[in-house]
């Protein structure tokens, strides 16, 4: 009975108070740190960040200190057109319809076709879809449409100090407004 009016007494002697208040001290002793309200001049900003990956189970990338993949640098975007330059499907040319930078692949608008096999629900049978398969970014290169030939990519700024990729082989720009604006369009027709 005593430890149990001592520790009563001693409950009754802590005093938890409202943030606002005067005295802030914690059930432990130490002190609370007080709510403020952000200045006036300072903005909180939450960056999202995509990442798409497919990893298989078994599958190990080097990761960097903040546990996020290291995501690795193309001399491709979306949109570009494509010679396969090694393996299955060399000498295709092809439109890149998706990057995966985890592992430096990507999938080039039929190409590289692969069979899916789908399983049935109650509604409709399974079937067999055929799917573009990733292809490595370095068995690709960047292809003229007009000259019929492919090319390294380099890098320049134009008059007004915008930077953009052009093809070393004919000096053609690669990166243009009206590509963008059409790439971006049909993103999110889909």
Request: aromatic residues 6%; contains cysteine; hydrophobic residues 35%.
């Amino acid at each position: 009975m005593a430890g149990m009016a001592a520790l009563q007494g001693a409950m009754a002697s802590l005093s938890i108070s409202s943030p606002g208040a005067a005295s802030t001290s914690s059930f432990w002793g130490n002190r609370l740190a007080t709510y403020s309200a952000p200045q006036p001049g300072i903005r909180f900003v939450v960056k999202i960040c995509p990442i798409e990956m497919r990893l298989k189970r078994w599958e190990r990338k080097k990761c960097k200190p903040n546990s996020l993949p290291v995501l690795h640098k193309m001399h491709v975007r979306i949109g570009d057109r494509v010679q396969v330059i090694a393996g299955r499907e060399k000498g295709k040319v092809g439109e890149i319809i998706r990057l995966f930078k985890h592992n430096s692949t990507v999938l080039v608008k039929d190409l590289n076709m692969k069979s899916k096999h789908k399983k049935g629900t109650e509604d409709e049978p399974g079937e067999i879809v055929m799917i573009e398969g990733p292809i490595h970014s370095s068995n690709v290169m960047l292809y003229s449409k007009e000259k019929n030939v492919t090319s390294r990519v380099g890098h320049k700024f134009l008059e007004d100090g915008t930077k953009v990729r052009y093809l070393v082989k004919t000096g053609e720009v690669i990166d243009s407004v009206e590509k963008w604006l059409k790439v971006f369009k049909e993103g999110n027709s889909e």
